[in-house]
């Protein structure tokens, strides 16, 4: 592939990002931290949904110190809804690092900002990109559909040394007048023009490049395969209310799947031979009455999925709780971070209880 070529590419590209580009929120600076945040947020998760969670983020914690300094509840609470929870330790843990060890500024190099906490390929080549005009590459799965389009790379983008083919190929069409413009611009493309189905080819600013439409195979690209069947959990779940109105919380392992997050008495059943009552009043020592079902269904992590059938009930007989449970008043449940799936849950019971 030519130099000619590839620069042609490159400049298309850019054009067409910088004249069609959405307006949002984090396209409105150049500074490293909020970039750095905006990018965090949008892994695994749609723009429109990222917005308001951005924008509330970055007016509560308008500097790297603010987020370094905050309560891990707290920050929990204001990521509540997002998902993938880890993200958020991971952005303070690496924040806080910059904090102390690079004297509140973000790294301006690959070496560097690669040893903050959860700084991967990905998030660096962005920050390093859009914050500093470094030409780095920043490669997702968005860019390697585009990519492996246009260049008619057909390898596996499932398999992790794959995308070192991505990544020289993001480098040798870098346009280096303006690597921001262009890593945002691949980036743009394959999230409102070369999508997964159906691309929009006739408004592709580089179709006249694109060896995978001259071919016509543009929608059997990427070639990805198929990831293993993801492992289905049953729990069963009660929200539980004292007479006193109060509600039984407890809070979840400091490591692991949603960590340190807040839920309802909940377990995970082998059969479905056991009542709720009976594995509540076993493991979290308080005897409740027979409880009316609240709401059944499927939530979907990673690399699993819970199936859920949830309940309401009455405390009848009061025992000692375990040390990681609380009883909780409805307003102080509303403040304890929770998980998308306990939210659910809980919303369905204030809607029960006609309680907003």
């Not at 984090?26 to 750095?36: L, N, S």
């Not at 993938?84 to 910059?98: C, D, H, K, P, T």
């Amino acid at each position: 592939m030519n130099e000619l070529y590839n620069k042609q590419i490159g400049e298309s590209l850019v054009s067409w990002f910088l004249e069609e580009k959405r307006d949002l929120p984090w396209r409105k600076t150049k500074d490293p931290y909020k970039i750095w945040v905006s990018e965090v947020m949008l892994q695994q998760t749609k723009v429109d949904t990222v917005i308001p969670y951005y924008e509330r983020f970055i007016s509560k914690y308008p500097s790297l110190e603010s987020l370094a300094e905050a309560e891990e509840g707290e920050l929990l609470k204001e990521w509540e809804g997002l998902g993938y929870y880890s993200r958020a330790r991971n952005l303070q843990a690496g924040v806080r690092e910059v904090v102390e060890e690079y004297n509140s500024v973000v790294p301006n190099n690959r070496k560097e900002i690669s040893k903050l906490k959860g700084v991967g390929p990905y998030t660096a080549g962005a920050v390093l990109s859009i914050a500093y005009d470094i030409p780095e590459h920043a490669v997702d799965g968005n860019v390697m559909r585009v990519l492996s389009r246009i260049l008619l790379i057909k390898e596996d983008i499932a398999k992790q040394k794959t995308k070192k083919i991505f990544e020289e190929a993001v480098m040798n069409l870098m346009f280096k007048d303006n690597p921001s413009a262009f890593n945002q611009g691949l980036m743009e493309l394959g999230a409102i023009i070369c999508t997964p189905t159906k691309p929009k080819c006739l408004l592709c600013p580089v179709r006249e490049y694109c060896s995978a439409f001259y071919e016509g195979v543009q929608e059997e690209l990427p070639i990805k395969t198929i990831n293993k069947k993801t492992k289905l959990h049953k729990m069963k779940a009660v929200v539980i209310q004292r007479n006193d109105g109060k509600i039984l919380l407890e809070k979840r392992p400091s490591k692991g799947l949603l960590a340190n997050m807040w839920q309802f008495p909940m377990v995970e059943l082998p059969t479905s031979t056991h009542t709720v009552e009976e594995v509540v009043e076993l493991d979290y020592g308080v005897e409740i009455q027979k409880g009316k079902e609240l709401i059944a269904f499927k939530h979907i992590f990673s690399h699993l999925v819970w199936e859920i059938e949830s309940f309401e009930a009455k405390l009848m007989n009061e025992k000692k709780i375990s040390l990681n449970s609380q009883w909780y008043s409805i307003e102080e449940v509303n403040d304890q971070p929770m998980p998308i799936p306990v939210l659910k849950m809980w919303n369905a019971w204030k809607e029960r209880k006609s309680i907003t």
